[in-house]
C-alpha cells in the first residue's frame, strides 16, 4: 500500500493572512510541518497541494527551493485538489494532514496509519479527531483509502464539505467504515494548531524553548506541564465552525 500525506497549503486565510510561510524561529510555518511530517516511518511520500492562485506561486518557489514534491489545483474545492493530487503520485492511502500544524507528530501520524493499515480492506477512514477528540488540536491527522476518496469526490454535491474535503466520509458512517484513534487521556482543550497571532506565539514559544524541531508530542506536554502559563497565550480563542 502506497501511503501519500497531502498537505494543504495556501496563502489566502481570512483570520492570518500569509500564515503558511510566517517565521517560526528561522523556519517559515510549512516548513516546519513538512520537516516534522517527514520524519514520519509509515509515508511514502509527502506532497504540498497548494492552489493556481497567483500568491501561492510563494508556495511552490519553496517546494521547489526545498525539493518537496509539490501539486496545484482548485482553491475553493479543496476534495478535488486532493483527489487530483493523489491520483497523480498514486496513493493507494491519503493521509489529510493541514500546513497550519507546524507541531505535527510523525510519531501520531505513523500511529493512526498503523491503525489504518492494520484493519484493511475492511476500514475506509481512521482519524484521531472523529467522532471523539482527544489528541491537541494541530495533531489532527486523516487516512482515507484512494477508493473511498474518489466516491466521495463523485458523490459529494456539497461545496461547504468538499471545502473540508472528509465530511462526505465521516458524516455517512452508514456508507463508510471508519475507525477512530484514540490517545489514554483527553487533551483535546489544548489549542496547536495557528488560525490567529495568538496561536503563532504559542509555537513560536514552543520552538524558542527546545532549540529544534525533533521533540515530540510528549515532550510538549511534559513543557507545558512545566509552563502552564503558555497555553493562556491562546486559550480564549475559538475554532472556527462551518
Excluded at 25 to 39: H, N
Excluded at 178 to 204: G, K, P, Q, Y
Excluded at 209 to 231: C, N, Q, T
Amino acid at each position: 500500500m502506497r501511503v501519500v500525506a497531502v498537505v494543504q497549503a495556501r496563502m489566502g486565510s481570512t483570520r492570518l493572512p500569509g500564515k503558511v510561510l510566517q517565521d517560526i524561529v528561522g523556519e517559515p510555518m510549512l516548513g516546519r510541518c513538512v520537516t516534522r511530517l517527514r520524519r514520519a516511518e509509515s509515508l511514502d511520500e509527502v506532497v504540498i497541494a497548494t492552489t493556481r492562485q497567483p500568491d501561492d506561486e510563494r508556495i511552490v518557489d519553496l517546494c521547489r527551493k526545498r525539493g518537496w514534491a509539490w501539486f496545484r489545483g482548485s482553491e475553493g474545492d479543496v476534495l478535488d485538489r486532493y483527489y487530483k493530487a493523489a491520483s497523480e503520485f498514486g496513493a493507494d492511502a491519503v493521509v489529510r494532514v493541514t500546513s497550519d500544524c507546524p507541531l505535527i507528530d510523525p510519531e501520531v501520524v505513523d500511529r493512526v496509519v498503523r491503525e489504518f493499515a492494520d484493519r484493511q480492506p475492511e476500514v475506509d477512514y481512521a482519524s484521531n479527531t472523529f467522532p471523539q477528540r482527544t489528541f491537541p488540536r494541530g495533531l489532527d491527522t486523516e487516512v482515507i483509502r484512494f477508493d473511498a476518496l474518489a466516491r466521495a469526490w463523485r458523490e459529494d454535491a456539497n461545496p461547504a464539505w468538499r471545502e473540508h474535503v472528509t465530511p462526505y466520509i465521516w458524516r455517512r458512517p452508514e456508507s463508510f467504515t471508519i475507525h477512530s484513534v484514540m490517545n489514554e487521556t483527553d487533551c483535546s482543550a489544548m489549542r496547536w494548531t495557528v488560525d490567529t497571532l495568538e496561536d503563532l506565539r504559542f509555537v513560536r514559544r514552543v520552538f524558542e524553548h527546545f532549540g529544534h524541531d525533533v521533540f515530540s508530542w510528549r515532550d510538549v506536554l511534559k513543557a507545558l506541564d512545566k509552563h502552564p502559563e503558555w497555553l493562556e497565550i491562546n486559550r480564549h480563542i475559538q475554532q472556527k465552525v462551518f
